[in-house]
């Protein structure tokens, strides 16, 4: 049943997915850290910017990312020009594009995490001359464990999972656009549901897995938290 499955459109979207995940958490970490300490005005602004992906549809953001991204845009010509970098229907789109689109599924399990911390414990490291930084990287992030692997996890599922988004700045390419999702939606185009029987069921497998691991994960860290009460 397997034989003629070609496995490139999942293994590009775990490509993609990998180094969206890996971006996102270097890019958004600081930004995380920032909005659950600060009690600036502009909160609930930069709260609002970060989470709009999860309320627009996924072809309008691919459009404006689309438009952003193009050679015809100020971005688009200085990447083409100066670094003959073309940053749409190719893989470097794609990872722009999921960047945008997965970012709340990272910022906010983040934020949550460092809101729940003791600021007992925050404070003690500034007291004994901790930067704001090292506070960020000794001390927070060792003690949000949960919610940092439901972060990395869930912005990975999210990710492969894109479709509307990358198919509008990425078309499909093989080998360097055409992710899982896309493939999906050819198949159903051309009628081979067989085939698009086996894919969705591989990506329902997977997304199962990912999220069994997640709450598994975190029960058994809840368990150790309360059996020190």
């Known amino acids: ?11 590009l979207s775990f490509k993609l997915a990998g180094v969206t995940t890996i971006i996102l958490f270097i890019v958004t970490l600081p930004l995380a850290w920032y909005l659950s300490q600060t009690k600036s005005k502009i909160k609930p ?12 549809p ?8 689309l438009v952003l991204l ?4 100020p971005i688009g010509s200085f990447f083409s020009d100066v670094f003959n970098i073309k940053l749409i229907f190719n893989f470097t789109g794609l990872v722009v594009a999921s960047c945008f689109y997965s970012m709340p599924f990272m ?3 983040l934020q949550s995490g460092f809101e729940g911390l003791n600021k007992n414990m925050l404070e003690a ?3 004994a001359g901790k930067s704001k930084f090292i506070t960020l990287l000794k001390v927070a992030l060792p ?9 990395i996890i869930i912005t990975f599922a999210h990710t ?19 992710v899982a999702s896309v493939a999906i939606y050819e198949m159903v185009e051309v009628m081979d549901y067989k085939l698009a029987h086996i894919y969705s069921a591989i990506m329902v497998i997977i997304s199962f897995i990912v999220l069994l691991l997640v709450y598994i994960f975190n029960h058994k860290q809840s368990k150790k938290i309360g059996g020190f009460h």
Do not use: C, H, R, W
Request: charged fraction near 10%; glycine fraction near 8%.
């Open 143 to 151: 003690n949000i464990k949960p919610s940092l692997l439901t972060a």
């Open 107 to 109: 910022v906010q399990p």
């Open 160 to 178: 492969v999972g894109e479709f509307g988004v990358v198919l509008m700045v990425g078309g499909s390419i093989p080998n360097e656009t055409k």
């Open 125 to 127: 490291s500034y007291i």
């Open 45 to 56: 602004f930069l709260e609002a910017i970060t989470a709009l992906p999860i309320v627009l």
């Open 70 to 73: 193009s050679q015809n845009s």
């Open 58 to 65: 996924p072809s309008v953001l691919g459009f404006y990312i």
């Open 1 to 11: 049943m397997f034989e003629n499955l070609d496995f490139s459109p999942f293994l």
